[in-house]
């Protein structure tokens, strides 16, 4: 009989990191039955949709997020237990949803890994005993976690990062300037203010002011806009050039970039462009995030090199004059910027050239069949 698989996603990128697994998977196991609650990345690898995830990509502590998980959440148990029957579960990121899944799913005593699992290194270390508790097998992305999950006795492995696997290659860079109109003789600085629309609240404003201000001092600098996939093509407005689906394109051939801090950072660190990172929320977040958390690091290059390599400007330092006189030092200053893209290479040499969707497909199949 064949074996079925369920996969739990809850944004556009768990989407897209858990397409790489089902496409290895399927060529290990051609008959697999595989449902998700996911998005178009794991349609096109032929994975029916039990739900669409578009909806759960919320983020915030409020009434209508929390009631809408718990709507969700027992659609999910109710078909899995009654219907669907799986042998193995796969939850991928989105750790808030996903960790309250995963204490149903132990009821139902049904296999659970789980892939990207939450930061707990990072911050609210009391995650552990779900994991712990509820989670058969974790798949770790970066070298580090597998360290900190055996100290407390998870069963944990390394994995490689999706992100070394799904980035193109980009060489044609005066291509993308003639295409987009830009000035092969100006430097070019890519600004991404965020993928979710609070971080587009508190950053935009803020990078706006810093490029006024360069602008007012340089006029050799030419700025465009990342418009992330996740947002809504409505999600901001800016007078200058914005793209949506030349985000990787844009990290790779600009001279700097100023970043929200996030996932892109590491993008960026694989190009080797050199960036600063500015973040900034609600102030009540960040209290609580400063009790909880078990680093003092927030950019990833400096958390998985151990070492300053990229300027963090969080909340009150994240200020237009800050991030103007930082950009202006990384472009101008030839030390600086080798600085930065030694920690860039650094970075890349320790997440090394894994293909993380086969060794976590391989995990998957040995649990299935026994070996």
Same mark, same amino acid.
């Given at each position: ?13 768990? @989407? ?15 008959? *697999? ?14 994975? $029916?949709? %039990?739900? @669409? ?8 502590? /409020? ?12 659609? =999910? ?5 009654? @219907?669907?029957?799986? @042998?193995? *579960? ?6 808030? #949803? ?10 139902? $005593? =049904? ?36 360290? #900190? ?8 492995? #390394?994995?490689?990062?999706?992100? *070394? ?10 291509? #993308? ?7 092969? /003789? ?28 360069? +602008? ?25 050039? &914005?793209?949506?689906?030349? /985000?990787? +394109? ?21 190009? +080797? ?11 009540? %977040? ?43 030092? =990384?472009?101008?200053?030839?030390? $600086?910027?080798?600085?930065? *893209?030694?920690?860039?290479?650094? &970075? ?9 969707? $086969? ?7 040995? +649990?299935?069949?026994?070996?």
């Amino acid at each position: 009989m064949a074996k079925k698989v369920f996969i739990i996603t809850g944004e556009y990128s768990g @989407d897209m990191h858990a397409a790489l697994v089902v496409r290895e998977l399927k060529k290990l196991m051609a008959d *697999v039955i595989i449902e998700a609650v996911g998005e178009s990345n794991l349609e096109k690898e032929g994975v $029916k949709l %039990f739900l @669409d995830h578009s909806r759960m990509g919320k983020v915030g502590l /409020n009434f209508e997020t929390i009631f809408q998980h718990y709507i969700m959440g027992s659609k =999910i148990i109710n078909y899995l237990k009654n @219907d669907y029957k799986p @042998d193995l *579960v796969l939850l991928v990121d989105y750790g808030a #949803f996903n960790l309250q899944i995963s204490k149903e799913l132990k009821k139902l $005593k =049904i296999k659970t890994f789980y892939f990207i699992p939450p930061q707990i290194w990072a911050s609210r270390k009391h995650r552990l005993k779900t994991i712990k508790k509820n989670i058969d097998k974790v798949f770790t992305i970066f070298p580090f976690e597998k360290d #900190f999950y055996d100290k407390y006795g998870i069963n944990a492995q #390394f994995v490689g990062h999706p992100i *070394v696997d799904e980035l193109p290659q980009c060489n044609k860079k005066e291509e #993308f300037f003639r295409k987009n109109n830009l000035d092969i /003789n100006k430097k070019l600085v890519g600004v991404f203010p965020g993928s979710r629309v609070f971080e587009i609240h508190f950053l935009l404003k803020i990078f706006l002011g810093a490029i006024k201000l360069i +602008e007012d001092r340089r006029q050799d600098i030419q700025f465009v806009f990342s418009h992330a996939n996740s947002l809504k093509d409505d999600a901001f407005k800016v007078n200058y050039k &914005t793209l949506k689906n030349e /985000n990787r +394109e844009l990290l790779a051939y600009s001279d700097a970039l100023i970043l929200a801090s996030g996932t892109v950072a590491l993008e960026a660190a694989l190009y +080797e462009t050199p960036m600063l990172i500015a973040y900034r929320g609600p102030i009540f %977040f960040y209290l609580v995030y400063l009790l909880l958390r078990n680093i003092k690091k927030a950019c990833l290059v400096n958390i998985i090199t151990n070492k300053d390599y990229i300027d963090e400007l969080l909340m009150f330092k994240a200020n237009k004059k800050n991030v103007a006189n930082t950009l202006l030092e =990384i472009l101008d200053n030839k030390e $600086k910027r080798e600085f930065i *893209v030694e920690g860039c290479k650094k &970075t890349k040499e320790l997440l090394g050239n894994y293909n993380c969707g $086969k060794n976590v497909a391989n995990a998957i199949k040995e +649990e299935l069949l026994g070996g």
